[in-house]
């Protein structure tokens, strides 16, 4: 039943802002080309970030929860929209991925992608020393926040498709015994809510939206596997930005029917 009601006010949360977020963000100009060259506002984490501090405070006005419990968490979510917004308003584009980033740090110059790298990974840090205490599973549990916030963002370039894979991430922690999903409803709550927009392309997730998803499945997963199995996500989501570098996710999409069929479904076009 807590379950229910954290989705029910994350999406309440969502239906009463995201029009007027929306507004905001066309009035300012932030907006970017889709993959159809099509002007949308871009930057959607902060109505997830909002969606889950609204339903954690009242959650704990009701009495049904503790909001401190999830402090470390709704930290995390912070940092990651605010890093992401960043570059969602002043990046360029002008370099991507592990390699651009890094080699532009190695040289002295500082991106809003090498900032999001950097600040991303020290907070992912931060917040993995609350889920345990021994050293090495602080680093594993980080690499594993900050990779799951690295390859939503890696999907967000076509409608729906960072949402799909967030809810096949929410799906397989159901299926998880004890899994920390609590974190992760009011968040569930808004994206259903929010979908309709991404999947007709009137607005696009961005770096902050697509970072906020990311990284509350990645908390979600750290906090709810054993250290095993979070080695065998790391390695496979590593493996996954390594191929990102190299191949083109779309084009294998495009290519495989099963995958081009579950990407095209429940878009607008």
């Known amino acids: 039943m807590r379950i229910a009601y954290l989705i029910a006010l994350g999406g ?125 599973r602080i680093f594993l549990a980080a690499l594993l926040i900050a990779l799951s916030a690295n390859t939503l963002n890696l999907f967000d370039l076509r409608p729906g498709r960072a949402l799909k894979l967030f809810w096949l991430g929410v799906l397989i922690l159901v299926s998880i015994p004890s899994s920390k999903l609590f974190v992760l409803m009011p968040i569930v709550g808004a994206s259903l809510v929010y979908a309709p927009l991404d999947l007709r392309a009137k607005a696009m997730l961005g770096d902050s939206g697509s970072n906020c998803l990311g990284c509350a499945l990645g908390y979600s997963l750290a906090a709810s596997l054993s250290w095993q199995w979070q080695l065998a996500v790391v390695v496979f989501l590593f493996l996954l930005n390594l191929l990102s570098e190299r191949y083109s996710f779309s084009a294998i999409i495009e290519k495989n029917p099963l995958l081009r069929f579950l990407d095209l479904l429940g878009r607008g076009q």
């Open 12 to 136: 309440v949360f969502a239906l009463l802002v995201q029009g007027m977020w929306l507004g905001m963000l066309r009035g300012s100009g932030l907006l970017v080309p889709n993959f159809q060259g099509k002007e949308i506002p871009v930057g959607m984490g902060p109505l997830f970030l909002g969606s889950a501090a609204f339903a954690f405070w009242l959650g704990e006005l009701i009495g049904f929860l503790s909001l401190s419990a999830f402090l470390s968490f709704l930290f995390l979510l912070a940092g990651m929209v605010l890093l992401g917004f960043i570059d969602d308003a002043l990046g360029n584009g002008s370099s991507r991925g592990f390699r651009g980033h890094f080699r532009n740090l190695l040289r002295g110059k500082l991106t809003t992608g090498g900032l999001k790298a950097m600040g991303g990974g020290f907070l992912a840090l931060l917040v993995a020393t609350t889920l345990t205490g021994e050293p090495a």
